[in-house]
């Protein structure tokens, strides 16, 4: 049974920091890349940053760009966010979810498989 | 980047009805399109990718067409579970990935 399972999430001050973890099961990590998307309370869905499935690629979006870093433990079949400088914008439910596979270099961008979220709360 | 926008806001239906869900890019994303299913509390799934093929475990009622900037997803017959929001994504030029607002279809 394929899984997803976030953690990490709480309430951190504006300008802290948080690292949030996903921990795959059923699956090996070590075969897809791995997406963050986010969610505000009550508002529709942003994708945040991407791993390619060996590591060598990243990206962000410009909202998250010098601030957060993913990374990815495949031995562990983790993948982590590390989220720093955090305001109340940041607020939101953080969902892991896999990418279908790669092909030719480039992964498809889709999200085949999604955790369950963790929510960051930002506030003072 | 790529604006997808999605119509209408919300949908009121009764079920048994069928479906129209609009989605609008602001500039050609080829057929590199998916529809995603929400519900309260719970995480998006994958009901179509590439336009018009169904997610795996995805009922037949669940079609999606278009191409280049308008694309369609249809209910043939709505089942109370289907009652939720849906979200369309690009992946025809990223980064970014881009999701439309969202359409929320709800019990008349």
């Known amino acids: 049974q394929m899984q997803l399972v976030e953690s990490g999430g709480g309430v951190v001050r504006p300008g802290g920091s948080l690292r949030l973890s996903c921990v795959a099961s059923?699956?090996?990590?070590?075969?897809?890349?791995m997406h963050w998307v986010r969610q505000a309370p009550g508002k529709g869905l942003e994708w945040v940053a991407f791993m390619r499935y060996d590591g060598t690629q990243t990206s962000y979006a410009d909202s998250v760009k010098g601030r957060f870093t993913i990374s990815r433990e495949n031995s562990k079949n983790m993948l982590s966010l590390q989220m720093n400088s955090l305001s109340a914008q940041d607020t939101a439910v953080y969902f892991c979810?896999?990418?279908?596979?790669?092909?030719?270099?480039?992964?498809?961008?889709?999200?085949?498989?999604w955790g369950q979220g963790a929510l960051v709360t930002v506030s003072s | 980047e790529i604006v997808l926008t999605q119509s209408p806001a919300t949908l009121s239906l009764s079920p048994g009805e069928r479906v129209t869900l609009s989605c609008r890019a602001s500039?050609?994303?080829?057929?590199?399109l998916a529809w995603y299913q929400q519900k309260p509390g719970q995480a998006p799934r994958l009901l179509i990718y590439d336009a018009s093929n169904r997610a795996t475990g995805i009922p037949a009622r669940f079609s999606g067409s278009g191409s280049g900037t308008d694309f369609t997803l249809t209910i043939s017959s709505l089942e109370p579970e289907d009652f939720a929001v849906y979200y369309c994504q690009q992946r025809s030029d990223w980064p970014p990935l881009t999701f439309g607002g969202g359409t929320k279809v709800e019990i008349k």
């Open positions: 059923g699956f090996s990590l070590s075969g897809y890349g």
């Open positions: 979810a896999k990418d279908p596979g790669c092909s030719g270099g480039r992964c498809s961008g889709y999200f085949d498989f």
């Open positions: 500039q050609s994303v080829s057929s590199y």
